[in-house]
């Protein structure tokens, strides 16, 4: 005895197309073999008897031949000669009907891919992106393949920082425009401000994402809006990490006696450096905790490291010549 199709997919012989589809909507969903882990093998049997189903029921000839003949008849199965059916007529073997209707569990994918649109069970449809069940198989037929919506790659935009911002923290106001849908096929431009929250001591290449902020449209997911920091050059500090450099200019004769010298930090301080050592175009002078905050670590900041570049005089007088090599005798 052959498959009963009508009975798998639990509907009258006489169901509706939109019946069959409704059937076999509920039924793929729930014994999809992805949707039953931990009873696999059973689900992936009842998923192929399913697609199998619905596959037979939703075409008219396949229906007619199964519905004259049964599954050996549709399947072309050879008979060991001549039958009777219910309706009192003779019937030839049956591999007279055509090529022979096969089924196999690849098939069941196919048609599942088919209908919803999608081969991933975790991504059916919704009853609200379908408009609803009742509206998906009534009024006018159901829709095997509803328009997906679907989003379109973020927009990178540049956010340019002075170092003053990323020192400190600041908010930096963003306008945009973009469209949105008004109806389901019409858009209309929207101005709109974006606060965008800078944190003391992020660094350049810091993303910040604001989500479905781009434009709408008809079956199009506002894009998401990715914002990157970039840092702009300073005057006096250039950033390595969380530290910050700085250049002291001084003069020969301060390099070799010492001096105290000044450095005005982003924030407006103003910090006394002295120096007591002989200053060579190597030296350098590091102020722990003076750098940039860590935005990672509150409370904490890296180093401000001062390098000094020395000015030479232009001219010697030949006094200032013999002064020197005095000086320099015992070198």
């Known amino acids: 005895m052959g498959k009963d199709y009508y009975k798998i997919l639990g509907i009258p012989r006489d169901a509706t197309d939109q019946q069959i589809k409704r059937a076999y909507y509920k039924l793929a969903q729930k014994w999809h073999p992805d949707k039953n882990p931990s ?13 199998e189903a619905y596959c037979v029921l939703k075409d008219k000839e396949k229906k007619r031949l199964y519905d004259q003949f049964g599954e050996e008849g549709l399947k072309g199965t050879p008979s060991s000669g001549p039958s009777t059916s ?44 379908m408009g609803g069940m009742e509206s998906a198989f009534g009024g006018s037929g159901f829709r095997a393949r509803a328009t997906r919506p679907h989003q379109p790659p973020p927009i990178v935009r540049d ?19 973009k469209k949105v849908l008004i109806d389901d096929s019409h858009t209309q431009q929207q101005a709109k401000t974006l606060d965008v929250p800078i944190k003391a001591g992020w660094k350049e290449g810091t993303k910040l994402t604001y989500h479905k902020e781009g434009d709408q449209g008809p079956g199009i997911i506002p894009a998401d809006i990715v914002f990157v920091i970039k840092q702009r050059p300073h005057a006096r500090f250039e950033r390595i990490g969380n530290d910050l450099v700085t250049r002291l200019k001084i003069r020969l004769l301060d390099s070799l006696t010492g001096f105290t010298g000044t450095v005005k930090t982003l924030d407006g301080r103003i910090l006394h450096i002295a120096i007591n050592t002989v200053v060579n175009p190597k030296f350098e002078k590091r102020i722990v905790g003076e750098g940039m905050p860590i935005s990672k670590m509150p409370g904490s900041r890296g180093d401000l490291i001062i390098r000094f570049d020395i000015v030479f005089p232009q001219h010697l007088t030949e006094e200032q010549k013999v002064l020197l090599r005095r000086a320099f005798r015992s070198e």
């Open 159 to 177: 956010l340019t920082c002075s170092l003053e911002e990323l020192f400190s923290g600041a908010t930096k106001h963003i306008k945009i425009t």
């Open 39 to 51: 009873n696999k093998e059973v689900a992936e049997t009842k998923f192929k008897e399913i697609g």
């Open 86 to 129: 219910q309706d009192g007529f003779t019937r030839t073997t049956f591999s007279s009907f055509g090529t022979p209707f096969t089924f196999t569990t690849s098939d069941a994918f196919d048609i599942f891919s088919d209908f919803f649109g999608h081969s991933d069970p975790s991504d059916f449809f919704t009853s609200a992106q």
